[in-house]
């Protein structure tokens, strides 16, 4: 505000003082060093205003920057996390899948002792069955042919 005041009173001094008719080329000379002055301090006023506004501008690019690299660790937190909970689950996977190949080693190793033990049973129950069969047929024999 001081430095609206202070310009808006040089032109009224410079015409002022440009009224005056006995000096009017040093008037003239002095109007336009005022002039000149006034537009210096006017292109540094504006740039201190565009200087404020890029200021402003990058304060709020850094903010973003800010923002996405907290989003970006957020994001490589779930990352790890992730990879984590995959890797748990793939262990868990490969022990299942070993206690599943030893379970079923086992029931396979139960039904080959199972076939084994009915392959022995039939074996025995056909070796009864045949020995019966050759008694009976001894029997048979000795009671067909009673001159023996």
């Not at 202070?6 to 005056?20: E, N």
């Not at 292109?43 to 404020?52: S, T």
Request: net charge positive; aromatic share 2%.
């Amino acid at each position: 505000m001081r430095r609206m005041w202070w310009l808006a009173t040089i032109p009224a001094l410079a015409l002022g003082c440009a009224s005056g008719s006995s000096n009017q080329p040093k008037m003239s000379e002095a109007t336009q060093t005022q002039t000149q002055a006034q537009q210096a301090l006017q292109r540094a006023a504006d740039a201190q205003k565009q200087a404020l506004v890029d200021q402003q501008k990058a304060e709020q690019l850094q903010q973003e920057v800010m923002q996405k690299q907290k989003d970006l660790a957020d994001a490589q937190a779930r990352l790890t996390a992730q990879r984590a909970k995959a890797e748990q689950a793939q262990r868990e996977a490969q022990r299942l899948s070993a206690d599943a190949q030893r379970e079923a080693q086992f029931q396979q190793e139960q039904a080959m002792q199972l076939q084994r033990r009915q392959a022995q049973q039939r074996q025995s129950q056909s070796n009864q069955s045949n020995t019966t069969d050759q008694s009976n047929t001894s029997d048979q024999s000795n009671t067909s042919n009673p001159k023996q």
